[in-house]
Structure formats: C-alpha cells, structure tokens
C-alpha cells in the first residue's frame, strides 16, 4: 500500500480568502488559479499494518504541531474512505522554496492527497481527489486538476470540488518569479478575513471576477486575464491589510518589481504582476518578451526563474519513490 505522486504549486488569479468551514475548509466563494511548472512537490505516502505510529517528514524534516495537523485531516479522511487504519508514512520534497509566497501548501498537499488516495486503493476522479486535498489547503484542490482550474464554493464534497478550465493560454503564458524570501503564514490571515472592514467590499464583487476571468481564459484574452489577476492581487492585500492583524506581507522589492512592471507595460509590453499572500511575486507575460521581462525583474535585487504552466497531480512510477 504505497504510491507516489507529483503536483505543480498553483498562481492563484482570482483568489480566495477567509474560510467559512476552517475544519473542511469551505471557502466564502469560488477561486481561479494556473499551476506553474516545473516547480513541483514529490509524495511518497505508505500505509503500514504493522507500523504503530503516523510519521510525517517535507524537505527531511519532521512535522510536528499545526502542520502535522493538517496532514491528519487528509490522511485521516483517506483512511475513512478506504476503510482502514494502518499507519501511515508520509515523505515530501519541493523543487522550490516553501513559505515565501509560491504556493507549496498547494502543490504538497496536492500531491499528498492523489499519493495517498492511490496507496490507499481508492479509484477516484481528479475532482473527486481535489476534495480530499482541500482538507488539507483549499489551493491544493486546484492544484490536482491543474493548468487553469476552478474551485467552486460549496457545502459539500459534491460542490466544493475543483474542475479544470480549457484555454489555449496554457501554450502562451510565460511566469517570471522573483523570489523575496520573507517568511509568510498564511493562516491566521484566513481566520480573520471576515473581520476586515474590506472584506465585505470584495464579496461584492468576486462573482464578477469570476465570470470575467472564466470568459477571458476561454476567449485566451491574455491581456484582460492577467490584468484581472493583477487587480485581484490588490484587492486581497487590501482585505488582508485592513483585517485585525494588520497583516502586510509586501516588501520594498515586491514594491519595486510592481514598478518595474508599470514601466514594462507603459512601453507596450504584455506583462502583469500578481501576489498571493506572500512578497514574492509572479509575473505574467507571454514567451516573446519573456528574457527583457526577466532582466527587468533581476534588476530589481531579486533572484528569478521563467515557468511554464503545469498539468494535474499525477501518480508516478515506484522508481520515483522517496523511500
């Protein structure tokens, strides 16, 4: 009983925020990303008879507290969907940085969910797998449908699931990261997005980014998609800014590339800037203008890399396992 599975971290475009179930983690309303590769997150998961104890390791070291937590509520709602209660071995490696505003709690529990599902026996649909990654993180079911995807809000399984948008942007679109390695948490800023005077503002008017998001991608309006994904990005620094905590996860360098950006696209260039909670930051562009776009970006101060879009979470061969 073990598998091994790989998911691509996820760019959110229109974004969620806040939850309104934190236990299944039921979002307030629907959420558009594109997973980018070939970052990526590696899971090995085995199920043990004859094990006594869960262990948990990302990037070899061990899990402990609030993290290990989250990978209880998947393992433990796999377990139940299998019918069984073995133990369980779980090793985890990103190709990336984690917790810098890159989405490795998408990717891992992504992978963590399809890695487990099939070691477990269980013959599931990508969407039908996307609600057990939820569980984990809310990105992580966009992240096993992958490229564009929609995860829908719901109450339940049935309608909080995740499906997968067609556009032929996936062969276009071109992400130039610059990292800015400030360590970011993301979840007490979920717990109190309600509490922002904001947030109610951004309710408002989220279905309507929806719809126009989903009809840029399928029209493959490159310009119209991503400068909606920029306007979501401040839209969410908003809310997060203005909740209890004050949260403000910008830093001069995610200030500067913005700027940098501004200046690009004043001299008609087709490139967008988008944050997630975090102040790293992706930038949007197409392949044509994609090495001026990374030395514009590496001015900047900042190391950078050009990614593509990623496909779904996949099972991989046993030659790929971790252990």
Request: overall charge negative; some cysteine.
């Amino acid at each position: 009983m073990k598998a091994t599975a790989k998911a691509h971290p996820i760019q959110g475009l229109v974004k969620y925020h806040g939850m309104r179930d934190p236990d299944l983690r039921l979002p307030y309303h629907d959420s558009i990303s594109v997973c980018t590769a070939p970052s990526h997150t590696r899971t090995t998961v085995a199920f043990d008879p004859d094990a006594t104890d869960d262990r948990y390791r990302i990037d070899g070291d061990v899990v402990e507290g609030r993290g290990a937590e989250r990978i209880d509520h998947v393992v433990d709602h796999v377990r139940e969907l299998a019918g069984i209660d073995h133990a369980v071995r779980v090793e985890s490696a990103n190709s990336f940085p984690s917790n810098v505003g890159f989405g490795s709690s998408s990717s891992g529990f992504a992978a963590l969910a399809t890695a487990a599902c099939e070691a477990a026996g269980l013959d599931m649909t990508r969407p039908e797998i996307s609600t057990v990654a939820r569980r984990g993180s809310s990105s992580a079911a966009r992240a096993v449908t992958g490229a564009f995807s929609h995860l829908y809000a719901g109450l339940n399984d049935d309608d909080c699931r995740s499906k997968r948008i067609e556009t032929d942007l996936e062969s276009e679109l071109r992400i130039v990261t610059g990292l800015v390695p400030a360590y970011k948490e993301t979840e007490q800023a979920h717990r109190e997005a309600a509490d922002s005077h904001m947030f109610q503002a951004r309710m408002a008017h989220i279905h309507g980014q929806i719809a126009e998001m989903r009809d840029a991608l399928r029209s493959a309006d490159f310009d119209r998609a991503f400068e909606l994904a920029e306007h979501d990005s401040l839209s969410l620094a908003a809310t997060t800014m203005t909740g209890p905590a004050g949260w403000v996860y910008w830093q001069p360098r995610t200030i500067a590339i913005f700027n940098a950006v501004r200046e690009l696209r004043s001299e008609g260039v087709p490139v967008y800037f988008s944050t997630d909670t975090g102040a790293s930051v992706y930038v949007n562009t197409v392949e044509e203008h994609v090495d001026a776009v990374e030395a514009a970006v590496a001015d900047c101060g900042v190391d950078t890399d050009v990614w593509t879009v990623g496909g779904p979470a996949r099972v991989l061969d046993e030659s790929e396992a971790l252990f």
